[in-house]
């Protein structure tokens, strides 16, 4: 299938087995987008991506399934000047002054140096226009997404901005996460969905093609690597990610899973390809997780988080050949948890996590890219024990990371209660008991209306 390309083992849009962008898992060409007519009275968002719009007032379901704001007629939406940056206490940005710098060149970030004549160059640059919007969203991803991601500041602002200058998908990436932070940042400001959905889609269209080329330059090892994780981020950030246009937002159809297991795979098979001189070779060998094991393995639980959460007598189901058959990737995904109830347990216990807590956001961030295609399976099934595996997980994310990391903020909510709502709607089972522990422990309790209220989160010493 040389078709494929050598990353022919990832494909952004198939929810199941890891195959080739062009093929499907028994080697047959995937069919093509359904042809749309043009939507003459669609919303400004899904003309800003380009897809059908059904015209369904006030919310159209691409935007509803997508959590983005929906807007019809030709005016521009009036931008509101106040911003909610209640999780980050910092100052409204300044741009003007701050593009107006009289620094020397050399002292002044890369946002702030783009200049006329540099503007000019776009096209030949191969990156989108600079308009004023884009300078917007390259100045908050430099002075402050950057901050809140993988790796630091620094490497995003003098190895990875200017490789976005040369490749367009890795720009579009970089205006999509920033945009995110911005939207999460000051949610009143509506501008910022739609610059999501104008990004995302060119960033996502122009990764998948990389990987589906027959022969990836190494020179662009980083690229496709810098833009995986962005992409990765912008996963995490909303409450359901799905990476085709289907109208659904549902346990069973959120994408997060898969998406990250294709991310890693493609990261692995760079790193085997042994690419030299690479940004992130430093980062391949995966240091902080390491430090992380080491620490959870010094220390000792004070609650008995397998017994209490996970533990049932009921045995994994595996055929005479030891395939598995049911229950499987529940217990694998159990396992890779208790590092994660080890940070979770210190916190609780008042303990000082500030060294080591970029490992775990780092080690939590990337737990679903280890998801064995049977805990996908399970979840798409609605299992009780994967569900149950998968509360846990989202609720120990609610609680270590919604305060330090904004990319966890809604996914860890709204998944709680999402799952806790499903469960209930199962009937009595072996696992109540331990659904009482999950929800007793982590302060979640039942609402008038029959759902869910997530209560507060720990509050941590610096927030993100």
Known sequence: MAS?????????????????????????????RRFHAKSRQGCITCKARKVKCDERRPTC???????????????????????SLDHHGQEPLGYESDLCSND????????SVISRRSLSRTQELGTPGFDFESLQL???????TSETLLFDKTFWEKHILPLALQHEYLMHGIMTISASHLLYVQPRVRDHNKAIALHLDSALSGFRASLSSLYLP??????????????????????????????STSIESDG?????????????????????????????????????????????????????FLDQPQAPVKHPSLACIAGCGSVNAAERLGPVFHALDATRQGEDLSEIMPAVMTYMLMWPSKAMQDFQE????????????????YASSWTLLSQRAWWAYHRSKVMCTEILKRLDTRG?????????????????SGNMDGGWGIGDSIKTIEQV
């Open 256 to 308: 997060l899973l898969w998406f990250a297991a294709g991310i890693k795979t493609v990261i692995v098979t760079i790193y085997q390809m042994k690419p030299q001189d690479s940004m992130f070779q430093t980062y391949f060998e995966a240091q902080p997780v390491k430090s992380f094991y080491k620490w959870s393995e010094q220390t000792r639980f004070s609650y008995d988080f397998g017994q209490k």
């Open 104 to 111: 020397e060149p050399q002292t002044q970030p890369l946002s």
């Open 61 to 83: 379901l691409k935007c509803s399934k997508r959590g983005l704001t929906c807007e019809f007629g030709s005016s521009a939406v009036e931008r509101e000047a106040s911003a």
């Open 428 to 444: 009595p089972s072996c696992w109540d008991e331990n659904i009482q522990n999950i929800t007793e422990y982590f302060n979640f």
């Open 218 to 247: 190494q020179a662009q090892y980083d690229v496709v690597i810098a833009c995986g994780f962005i992409l990765l981020y912008y996963a995490w950030s909303v409450p359901f990610f799905n990476g085709s246009d289907e109208d």
């Open 378 to 393: 399970e979840i798409k099934r609605g299992d009780q024990r994967a569900l149950v595996t998968m509360l846990s997980f």
């Open 4 to 32: 494929s390309g050598e990353f022919g083992v990832f494909s952004l849009l198939s929810g199941h087995d890891p195959a080739g962008p062009g093929v499907d898992n028994r080697g047959r060409a995937i069919r093509q």
């Open 138 to 144: 390259m100045y908050h991803f430099e002075h402050f």
